[in-house]
Every structure is written in C-alpha cells, then in structure tokens.
C-alpha cells in the first residue's frame, strides 16, 4: 500500500529551538519524496524534495530508505517558519499523495 | 514555477444544483492537472488526474458522475460538482506538474472553497 504518515498534527517549538517533524513512507517502489510547506493565507508550495539534496530557508530532510522516513529538520526555528507541512510521496503513476500535514507553530 | 489560477475562490450554492470550478494554467501548456480535495484540519486527497484530450482518471472511491471533469485544453480543466448535497462542501485544489521537466513538483491553484446550504 502507498501511504504517507506524518504522526504529529500540531508541533509547537519556542525561536531559536530546534525542529523535526516526521514523515513515514510506505512504497514498494523506489520513493520520490517531497516537503510541501502551506504560510498562513498563501497556497501550497514545494519546499524541498530530496532527489535534490538542497537546504531551504535552513530546512533540510534525508531519505532514509531503511526507516522508511523523510523527516524534515530545522536547526534553529523561526517564527516565520509556523505553517502546515506536508509530507509528500510521487508515485510511479505521476501521482503525488499527501501525509495528513503538521502544523508547526513557533512561538515567541 | 507555474502559475496556477483557479476560479472562483469561494462558491455558495443550493443543493441539488451544480457548481463549476476552473483551473488555469497560466504559463505553461499542462497535459495533466490534479484535483485534489481538503476536508477541514485533514491532508489532501487526491480527487481524479484530468488529462488533455481524454477521459480524467478517477481515484477508488470517488465518483465521476457526481465529479465531472473536463480538459479541453492544455491550459484549462474545470470540475463540475452535479448535484450538490452539503456534504460535497469542502476545499477543492487543482495542481499541474511539469512532466516536462521531470522534477516531479507539483504548483497548486489558491483552491476553491465549496458551501453546498
């Protein structure tokens, strides 16, 4: 079965803290993974996908293919960081299903 | 990127009419576009694939009589919602993916938010 889970509805971490909100996979393919972030009031859009190995806004995540996981990790966390996360999966068939999204909330 | 627009942003309608959402690409020709639907605090669940020229594909469980899909054009798909009961209210989102570019990022419409009263 295909299936993305994010375990954590609402993570709620001071400025300055560190961040991981987790993602697990279930594919029987080889995964092609996505973070897609959603700002208060905005769309939704990509963030980073790990195909590219790249940090963004100090947002990294790696594929751990023997945990079946993709977290997403923030040294330091930052007020403007606080919206819903998504974890994401592409499927063989260009289809891209969805976790259930975290919403991190940075507190002052 | 992509720009996606959709339209309209919000609709209230009667039950038992039916509502037309559009999405538009609007710099880029898309063969495919994605509907997907977002119940209130809940993830995105991929609704249908709208493909240029053909019949859209459906995902299990939902409707393609109740959810009308049309791609007419590699710059418009549009969902029509028959026959609306209240509980088809919910937020819809379109998507498109450059298939071209292989990147797999998918660039999202700002969605529509359905009121079936």
């Known amino acids: 079965a295909q299936r993305v889970t994010q375990p954590e509805k609402l993570l709620s971490v001071f400025k300055g803290a560190p961040v991981e909100l987790k993602c697990n996979y279930s594919?029987?393919?080889?995964?092609?993974l996505f973070w897609y972030v959603q700002y208060s009031r905005q769309r939704l859009q990509l963030l980073l996908r790990h195909i590219s190995r790249e940090s963004i806004k100090g947002f990294t995540a790696d594929l751990n293919k023997g945990e079946t996981s993709f977290h997403l990790k923030k040294p330091f966390a930052q007020e403007e960081d606080s919206a819903m996360y998504y974890c994401a999966l592409l499927t063989g068939g260009f289809k891209t299903i969805f976790g259930a999204g975290t919403r991190l909330f940075v507190k002052a | 990127g992509a720009v996606v627009s959709q339209h309209p942003s919000r609709v209230i309608c009667k039950s038992g009419t039916s509502v037309k959402i559009e999405c538009r690409s609007l710099d880029f020709q898309a063969t495919t576009m994605f509907w997907y639907r977002q119940f209130p605090k809940q993830s995105l669940m991929l609704m249908a694939t709208s493909n240029e020229g053909s019949k859209a594909t459906y995902e299990q469980g939902v409707e393609k009589d109740k959810f009308l899909i049309n791609h007419a054009s590699l710059t418009l798909s549009t969902l029509t919602v028959t026959s609306a009961h209240p509980e088809d209210s919910s937020f819809y989102i379109c998507?498109?993916?450059?298939?071209?570019?292989?990147?797999?990022?998918?660039?999202f419409g700002e969605g529509s938010r359905l009121t079936v009263l």
């Open positions: 594919y029987s393919g080889s995964p092609e």
């Open positions: 998507s498109v993916q450059k298939t071209a570019a292989n990147t797999g990022e998918l660039f």
